[in-house]
T-cell receptor, first 115, second 110 residues
Framework: EAGVAQSPRYKIIEKRQSVAFWCNPISGHATLYWYQQILGQGPKLLIQFQNNGVVDDSQLPKDRFSAERLKGVDSTLKIQPAKLEDSAVYLC?????????????FGNGTRLTVT | DAKTTQPPSMDCAEGRAANLPCNHSTISGNEYVYWYRQIHSQGPQYIIHGLKNNETNEMASLIITEDRKSSTLILPHATLRDTAVYYCIVRVAFGNQFYFGTGTSLTVIP
């Protein structure tokens, strides 16, 4: 079974620039999550999708972050404009349903550096 | 918000059992305990989860106390590849809240 795919693996941008990350979940997984992990901290949930609908985006900084999952499969997370404090690893995860106690499976993330 | 407390770091000798504790004193009756680990530069990896009964799989064992206020993850024969940060997470059954704390950094010593 192929795992969660994320790209790019690394990204370096200057502050105020825009950036986008892409995630392809495990085939058949209905639920998709985006997490932000700052160095030395645990992952922080940004947004959760169930198919193509948003379930929870309470911790997403909506003034600069946006995410979509238009066809209920792939997802993109965008930051516009980026700030220095956005430097982090952005992790994507998926699970079969999200409401059935099935575990989350994570990709290896995109490491973003904002200079 | 994280609802668990873990020691920030632990050491374990290679070949010995690693016992990682987690306190979740405010856990509710319908909340599961999950364990993940994260090796440097990789995403978190699922290990095991349970509700009230002890669980075992090919990676580890999960021991949950009778009052469910704490649990222990046991790696029976730790290897150098088990060096990682281990996260204990409490999740509402059929819920979508899946929050990480700061975890325990386990170092397996040769």
């Amino acid at each position: 079974e192929a795992g969660v795919a994320q790209s790019p693996r690394y990204k370096i941008i200057e502050k105020r620039q825009s950036v986008a990350f892409w995630c392809n979940p495990i085939s058949g997984h209905a639920t998709l999550y985006w997490y932000q992990q700052i160095l030395g901290q645990g992952p922080k949930l940004l947004i959760q999708f169930q198919n193509n609908g948003v379930v929870d985006d309470s911790q997403l900084p909506k003034d600069r972050f946006s995410a979509e999952r238009l066809k209920g499969v792939d997802s993109t997370l965008k930051i516009q404009p980026a700030k220095l404090e956005d430097s982090a690893v952005y992790l994507c995860a998926s699970s079969e349903q999200g409401f059935d106690n099935s575990p989350l499976h994570f990709g290896n993330g995109t490491r973003l550096t904002v200079t | 918000d994280a609802k668990t407390t873990q020691p920030p770091s632990m050491d374990c000798a290679e070949g010995r059992a690693a016992n990682l504790p987690c306190n979740h004193s405010t856990i509710s009756g319908n909340e599961y305990v999950y364990w993940y680990r994260q090796i440097h530069s990789q995403g978190p990896q699922y290990i095991i989860h349970g509700l009230k009964n002890n669980e075992t799989n090919e990676m580890a064992s999960l021991i949950i106390t009778e009052d469910r206020k704490s649990s222990t993850l046991i790696l029976p024969h730790a290897t150098l590849r088990d060096t990682a940060v281990y996260y204990c997470i409490v999740r509402v059954a059929f819920g979508n809240q899946f929050y990480f704390g700061t975890g325990t950094s386990l170092t397996v010593i040769p």
